[in-house]
């Protein structure tokens, strides 16, 4: 067993010790979603004041409004009754160091993890690789804050989205902790009456 295994289910074995939280209810208590980032430094439940049950929290690299991040909103507001979404990027955010092309070349030359020095990044390993890399959109970031605004734009515009319910677009600082609003993609993504 790896020690990061052990360790999880250590862990777990003293979470459910004491669980008291197996009757909440499937819907979110606080009828709202986050689309966020997976970097292990952003904490939704601390930065949104959540507890379990409050909202639902989707995350992708980059906190980007995929085919699937929308899929998940459209089942959170449809089937289970959220109300708001939250749109949250963040400073720091490794989808700003590299292109759609070079992870597809990275891709092409080797499957092993890269590595990044001031150059850039690097593969570290010996192929094969593969050319598969091409066919996915990588949902780079050039521009934090356009990306947020693309984002709220793109989930906006989207058919299965109803007008009614209200998009926030904010980038959560690495540094403070603070979430700071991008004014432009909340007035996007404003709800019609």
């Known amino acids: 067993m790896s020690q990061t295994l052990e360790e999880v289910l250590n862990a777990n074995a003293a979470y459910a010790a004491d669980f008291d939280k197996g009757n909440l209810p499937m819907p979110p208590g606080r009828h709202f979603a986050i689309l966020t980032c997976m970097d292990a430094r952003l904490d939704p439940a601390k930065y ?10 989707i995350r992708n ?9 929308i899929r998940s909103l459209v089942i959170s ?12 990027h963040h400073t720091d955010c490794g989808m700003e160091t590299f292109t759609d092309e070079m992870m ?75 979430l700071v609003e991008v004014p432009e993609a909340t007035r996007i993504g404003a709800a019609s009456a």
Do not use: C, M
Request: no cysteine; aromatic share 8%.
């Open 104 to 178: 597809r070349g990275l891709l092409a030359s080797s499957l092993k993890t890269a590595s990044v020095d001031a150059s850039g990044w690097h593969d570290s390993g010996e192929g094969p690789g593969s050319s598969e890399g091409n066919y996915v959109d990588w949902l780079t970031i050039k521009d934090n804050a356009q990306s947020v605004v693309e984002d709220v734009q793109r989930i906006r515009r989207h058919p299965l989205v109803p007008g009614d319910i209200p998009i926030y677009g904010y980038i959560y600082d690495v540094r403070t902790g603070k």
């Open 61 to 69: 690299a980059g906190g980007r409004a995929s085919d699937d991040a």
């Open 48 to 57: 949104a004041g959540l507890a379990e049950g409050d909202a639902h929290v």
């Open 77 to 88: 507001y449809k089937l289970l009754g959220t109300r708001e979404w939250f749109v949250v």
